[in-house]
Nanobody, 117 residues
Framework: QVQLVESGGGLVQPGESLRLSCAAS????????MGWYRQAPGKQRELVAI???????NYAVSVEGRFTISRDNAKKLVYLQMNAVKPEDTAVYYC???????????WGQGTQVTVSS
């Protein structure tokens, strides 16, 4: 019913920028809350940023001021602009979609981001 595909990950140096993209299909995209999560080796998956259908955003303290989540409802895309990346940002980044007042949540396959010099 809902398919999400992430792209844009890769190897970057500390301080550089990267933009992740998530393409949605089979979704009434504008009514979904979209989010980015990440999971680093040996750690639990954590919320990075979310954006509601109305455009409100929330960020993890660790990324606020450096990362920006945005969405393009016409193109059914959600982005994560990552600036001033740090080695501790290294993780698999996952796109998530959920409908308000719904118990269902959908995940993409993930994209690897590695920050290393």
């Amino acid at each position: 019913q809902v398919q999400l595909v992430e792209s844009g990950g890769g190897l970057v140096q500390p301080g550089e920028s990267l933009r992740l993209s998530c393409a949605a299909s089979g979704v009434a995209f504008s009514v979904y809350v979209m989010g980015w999560y990440r999971q680093a080796p040996g750690k639990q998956r954590e919320l990075v940023a979310i954006i509601t259908s109305s455009g409100s955003t929330n960020y993890a303290v660790s990324v606020e001021g450096r990362f920006t989540i945005s969405r393009d409802n016409a193109k059914k895309l959600v982005y994560l602009q990552m600036n001033a990346v740090k080695p501790e940002d290294t993780a698999v980044y996952y796109c998530n979609a959920r409908r308000v007042a719904s118990a269902n949540s959908y995940w993409g396959q993930g994209t690897q981001v590695t920050v290393s010099s």
